[in-house]
């Protein structure tokens, strides 16, 4: 019998690795497909448009809701990161989730962890560039959950194109039997890209941070028209400083299949325009397709 914790929500929690795969295991002895949303909580709508992606496809629905410490480097936003597990399993359980595997930090790296995954491809460049740390940690967790839900499915968000294409790269590599689904970014009405790092922007950021959107957008759509690759990925630098974005760390266009460079300097395949820049303390992201005409 699994040890479920009770939630002031309709929806199961697990918080031991033993119980979320007793629970699983059950669903599959019915015949039940299993699909999986893996997230740091601090839900909004961005995360529960995943979760919904993921019931239309699978019978049965876990999100994991843990915040990672391997994808943290020291001096980033580990300690502050948003935690509201409570909100989070009300949300899941009107999206449509079936269980929340929460578990502590101790459980997912007990004492004694000494593993780690190193990935290249996609994970070059860009995040990889920046946060170095990143992808291996992501690909550790998410590895890891994989192998304590074995589902069938699993969605993430386009906002998070790079990981996405890393996780895909992995799960390719490695053989696993999953689907592995990009559903696009969630927007709010000025269409900035929905994120749990939102809430740490004051009034005045959050004007400049909705103009990122329409930056990418505009760079996208110079791109596609034919401009060098170069001159397009410097005129949408200066267009954030000027939209009050104090640093930049890169906006570059690269093909969306893998995240490789344009050897010519000109979108001839699809593409992706990305960006990562910061207001205040706070660091934003953001990508979209490059259309062409």
């Not at 909580?41 to 990672?68: K, Q, Y």
């Not at 906002?159 to 053989?175: A, E, G, H, N, P």
Request: aromatic share 6%.
């Amino acid at each position: 019998m699994t040890n479920v914790v009770p939630s002031p929500s309709p929806l199961a929690v697990v918080r031991t690795v033993a119980d979320l795969r007793a629970t699983v295991r059950d669903w599959k002895r019915q015949g039940l497909s299993v699909g999986m949303v893996p997230t740091m909580g601090a839900l909004h709508e961005g995360h529960l448009t995943l979760v919904r992606e993921a019931a239309r496809r699978a019978d049965r629905v876990v999100a994991s809701n843990f915040v990672n410490p391997t994808q943290f480097a020291a001096h980033e936003d580990l300690d502050k990161y948003p935690r509201q597990q409570e909100q989070d399993a009300r949300l899941l359980a009107g999206a449509g989730c079936h269980l929340m595997f929460a578990p502590s930090a101790q459980e997912m790296y007990p004492a004694g962890f000494a593993t780690s995954i190193a990935v290249a491809g996609p994970a070059l460049g860009l995040e990889g560039d920046f946060r170095p740390q990143m992808f291996g940690g992501v690909a550790l967790v998410v590895t890891k959950l994989f192998n304590q839900v074995q589902p069938d499915i699993a969605v993430f968000g386009e906002k998070d194109y790079q990981q996405l294409m890393v996780i895909r790269r992995f799960v390719r590599d490695l053989d696993l039997p999953i689907q592995i689904v990009g559903a696009p970014t969630e927007r709010d009405a000025h269409g900035l890209a929905l994120s749990s790092r939102n809430a740490y922007l004051s009034e005045t950021e959050l004007a400049s941070a909705r103009r990122l959107n329409g930056i990418l957008a505009q760079g996208g759509a110079e791109a596609a028209s034919g401009r060098l690759l170069p001159d397009v990925e410097r005129e949408a630098y200066a267009a954030l400083l000027k939209a009050g974005f104090e640093r930049v760390d890169y906006v570059a266009i690269r093909r969306a299949e893998d995240l490789g460079v344009f050897r010519n300097d000109l979108v001839d395949a699809p593409a992706r325009i990305l960006a990562a820049a910061w207001l205040g303390t706070t660091r934003l992201i953001d990508n979209m397709a490059v259309r062409g005409k």
